[in-house]
């Protein structure tokens, strides 16, 4: 088992920066895909942005230059520094570690924190 606690929600107004985090219970970067999807009221799921175990980083278009996605393998952190917000970025951030469709052929199953609010005001 693998518990992620989200850190780093809140509120804050058009244009300004928030830096979410995502601790692990234990050491699975190695292992997992580490991703934040977020959830507006209303809205479907969405994938924001993931870093798999070699580093490998990819973002939805919407936030593509004002997003990163780090993660620190000493510490089991991932994080997700948010710059020049928009009211659009409004909404739940889960973090998500995914082991990957094979791996979960043989059993495999993801991890997911409880989430974390973000808002941002117009």
């Known amino acids: 088992q693998v518990q992620l606690v989200e850190s780093g929600g809140g509120l804050v107004e058009t244009g300004g920066s928030l830096r979410l985090s995502c601790a692990a219970s234990?050491?699975?970067?190695?292992?997992?895909?580490m991703c934040w999807y977020r959830q507006a009221p209303g809205k479907r799921r969405e994938l924001v942005a993931q870093?798999?175990?070699?580093?490998?980083?990819t973002y939805v278009d919407s936030v593509k230059g004002r997003f990163t996605i780090s993660k620190d393998n000493v510490k089991n952190t991932v994080n997700l520094e948010m710059n020049s917000l928009k009211p659009d970025d409004t909404a739940v951030y889960y973090c998500?570690?995914?082991?990957?469709?094979?791996?979960?052929?043989?059993?495999?199953?993801?991890?997911w924190g409880q989430g974390t609010q973000v808002t941002v005001s117009s």
């Open positions: 998500n570690a995914d082991p990957g469709t094979v791996r979960k052929a043989f059993g495999a199953i993801d991890y």
């Open positions: 234990r050491s699975i970067f190695s292992d997992y895909t």
């Open positions: 870093i798999t175990s070699r580093g490998t980083t």
